[in-house]
């Protein structure tokens, strides 16, 4: 028979499919630090601004540590997983089984997860950080969260009840995926074979993924709290102005205007006690914090 | 439950049925008068009988597969109230148990149909092919006495030889798709199947014959090709295709270790791929 070539995905399957694992285990391993980081907000502005600045305080190889460990991981695995999903034969209805509820659930997650992801990326960050870039995309709803005014900023964003609720659902929907995936990865990895094995490593995964879930949701309560109303809003934004210049002052972060919150549509102007300094690295997406 | 079953007259049994491959197909029902202890081969010879349907029209009698009719030789495979299984084994009272008053029959869902509940499962067997589910013994060379096996292994891979090939576990499996190729006019049955592997080539093997490797490969002799049937296992439509839903060992009428298997061939192939990294 004169066979056709088998494209690249086919030829590579086996590969790109460990790869695929692989990825979402390493980019799991961030969501649980970003989760845990974003529930110190339930402690106040001045707990959660002092992890972003630890964060921040990487400076230069702060965009390296991003790449390897959350852009490049969770694109590949996002569009593989796109993929992979759409060759799937969904049968619940025929076939009840817990385990192929997970199954269709894992990929109905993933596909909430991969708008969620890009949405949340752009309305924190606004995806690229060129300046003409960033001024169509705070036009846009994008680019709404500022490092350096954290939790004054996502409080702001987190007023939304429609916003709240999508990451709500998106940090539920994360927390299954990655647990789940993690009990697949068991298998695909061969890590648990035997039955009894796997019930166990199920519960374990489950148990996880029920924690990752409340720490996420006691994040997102936090942010509301935090942008409940306007004066704790502004006492948010002094507590992390006054953290901003101190650390500066004492050489710990690079003076970086773009990751501060400027109110061109307020009335009044939050007094900026830094002095406007150079941009170093304008062109990263970052959302790290 | 019991009650309204012994006072039932008759059932109805809805078949979904196809002419010849490629072919519409539709649903037909039949009306058997009730009589206890049916099951569904007993059932399809009523109708094939009575070559008529509910209304009265004659009929073409359905065409099914059958053998040994103990559940141990999977030909008469179907989907039966939407579910894999073999009709030898699937009894009348249990069925109407599950749904009042009607039973329904669909060939397999992810072979090639060849007439009403009659399918061609023969990818299943070139699957083996491609993962040498044998002891490669095949010659006349005296080698002496086999290899001595412990109790534990033969105890490991008993459950697994038990595999009769019937399909349940790939008809369930949400990542299995069906492939069929149509004859052409003119086109001899070899030209055909030739064309219908080639199609099948980079798909998914499924369940039961990655079990098979892994019954092999446990063989003290069969693991003389253990390195064939890993290649084979992490090629194109090899254990990477495995979403994990499970349905397979949910299914499988032998209540073989599939899911156990599948993760065995996960840690072979893990095992297999950064050997063959390092023996480059």
Known sequence: MAGTEPSFFVRHEFLIRRLHSLTGIIFGGYVCVHLFVNASIVGGAQAFQKNVLAIHSMGGILPLVEWVFIFLPILFHMFVGIGITVGMIPNNKNYPYEANWRYTLQRATGLYLFLFILWHVFQTHGWFHFDWWLNVAERWGGAQFSPYNAASSIGLIMQNMLVSLLYALGVLAAAFHLFNGVWTAGITWGIWTRPHAQANALKVCLAASVLLGAVGLSAIWGARKIGSSEESIKQAEAIENEMYTVQVEAGLIPPTEHKRAHHADSDETPELTATPASDENPTHPSDED | ?280
């Open chain 2, 1 to 280: 439950m019991t009650a309204s079953s012994t006072k039932r007259e008759s059932f109805d049994v809805r078949i979904l049925r196809q002419a010849a491959p490629g072919e519409p197909s539709r649903w037909e029902t039949f009306r058997i008068p009730y009589e206890p202890n049916l099951n569904v081969i007993s059932v399809l010879q009523k109708i094939a009988a009575m070559a008529r349907n509910a209304e009265g029209k004659e009929t073409t009698p359905v065409a099914w597969d059958c053998n040994c009719l103990e559940e141990v030789c999977g030909a008469c495979t179907m989907v039966i109230n939407g579910r894999v299984r073999q009709s030898c084994s699937a009894l009348v009272d249990r069925l109407l148990e599950e749904h009042e008053g009607e039973i329904e029959l669909q060939p397999m869902t992810k072979f090639p149909v060849v007439r009403d509940l009659v399918v061609d499962r023969s990818r299943m067997f070139r699957a083996l092919e491609k993962v040498k589910a044998w002891v490669p013994v095949d010659d006349y060379y005296d080698r002496g006495a086999g290899p001595r096996e412990s109790q534990e292994s033969q105890e490991e891979r008993y459950p697994l030889s038990e595999c009769m090939t019937c399909g349940c576990c790939v008809d369930a499996c949400p990542q299995y798709s069906k492939v069929e190729v149509e004859r052409r006019p003119n086109e001899s049955i070899e030209e055909h199947q030739a064309r219908q592997a080639e199609a099948e080539k980079s798909e998914f093997l499924g369940a039961a014959p990655i079990s098979q490797a892994m019954l092999f490969n446990r063989h003290a002799t069969g693991a003389m090709l253990a390195d064939d049937r890993l290649n084979a296992l992490s090629g194109p439509g090899g254990i990477q295709v495995c979403g994990n839903a499970q349905n397979c060992v949910a299914v499988c009428p032998k209540e073989i270790p599939l899911t156990t298997s599948i993760a065995r061939a996960g840690r072979q192939t893990t095992v297999h791929a950064i050997k063959k990294i390092f023996d480059r």
